[in-house]
């Protein structure tokens, strides 16, 4: 069982409090041959406690195929942040360790409905004309 230190629970109390509205996490496990699945399962259901406006949703990646391909989801274990609107925001892997940080941001800024990009990166991302996909990618190192 996953046990958040008082101090990141501290933080989460204060961070969460910033939710303008609720926000969807909707994560996709399956119970066999996912070994980091339960852990992050526990992580979420930790998270959730501290605000009311997260809610949980889970589906298993292989009976649920419908909500699969509607999500685009093509590895476990896997974490769409969404409102009422889908941003196309994808976790995949376990947030623990600095990773945590980036999901509650992440949470935070859907939840607001914008970012904290500086206004020439929103002004070069409007430029844009073609579809793109971005990916970022973090190591525990």
Known sequence: MVQIPKEVQ????EELLKLDKAVKLIYFTQQFECPHCMYAREILDELRKFSDKII???YDFQRDEEKVKQYGIDKIPAIVIKDAKDYGIRYFGVPSGYEFNSLVEDIIDVS?????LSEETRK????????FHIQVFVSLT
Request: net charge positive; proline share 5%.
């Open 112 to 116: 607001r409905g914008s970012t904290d």
């Open 10 to 13: 501290d933080f989460l109390r």
């Open 56 to 58: 949980f949703e889970v």
């Open 124 to 131: 070069q991302i409007r430029s844009l004309t073609k579809p």
